[in-house]
């Protein structure tokens, strides 16, 4: 119950506050490329339920289909906006819409696309009974996560035998002695990790 609380204490006052940014962001991406403002990619949130998670498109219209589910390298999907939104993190602002409606929390595991969570093993499947969230401290060692798969020889399978695994690990183990007050404290450093501070 004080998790939702804060939850919603901090998520609607922060779409009232950004709400001219907002607008801006929205009238930028229609602008600068073909295809709707918003993405919404579907997930694997709490117990299993799917939903979809709200973005400010990052990618052409066509990337669903001409691509996996995770981005590496120079992704030429991406356009030239949609590259400055994700090193800012500002495509990932209407996931607080996610928080409102109850699908997601400001701080819990990523949520994962439904190819990936089908190979989840009977232990990574506990993850799911967590709240999924905009933050963890996953997204924190993985700040570089695009780079580093971008890096390796087959970014799909590194990231399925490697990475995923070991975020899942980071955000049992977060979970187990998680309260507001750390939850607090991953939201400013994730504030810090992205304004490079």
């Not at 709707?36 to 998670?53: A, K, M, Q, T, Y």
């Not at 690990?169 to 810090?192: C, G, H, M, Q």
């Amino acid at each position: 119950m004080a998790k939702r609380a804060f939850d919603l204490v901090c998520s609607i006052p922060g779409i009232v506050i950004l709400s001219p940014l907002l607008l801006v962001v929205a009238l930028a991406v229609r602008l600068s490329s073909p295809g709707p403002v918003i993405f919404r990619s579907r997930r694997v949130g709490r117990n299993g339920r799917e939903f979809d998670l709200l973005k400010f498109r990052t990618m052409t219209k066509e990337a669903p289909q001409t691509g996996p589910a995770i981005t590496f390298g120079r992704d030429p999907r991406i356009t030239p906006l949609g590259a400055l939104l994700r090193s800012t993190k500002i495509d990932e602002l209407p996931q607080l819409l996610n928080v409102v409606l109850g699908q997601m929390s400001l701080v819990g595991p990523r949520p994962e696309v439904p190819e990936y969570v089908r190979l989840y093993t009977s232990e990574q499947r506990a993850v799911l009974n967590l709240m999924p969230g905009i933050t963890d401290p996953a997204s924190i060692k993985y700040a570089r996560e695009s780079e580093l798969l971008g890096e390796s020889e087959d970014p799909e399978t590194h990231y399925v035998q490697h990475v995923m695994p070991d975020k899942i690990r980071l955000n049992l183990e977060y979970a187990a002695r998680a309260n507001v007050w750390t939850d607090f404290l991953l939201i400013l450093k994730t504030l810090i990790k992205i304004t490079g501070r």
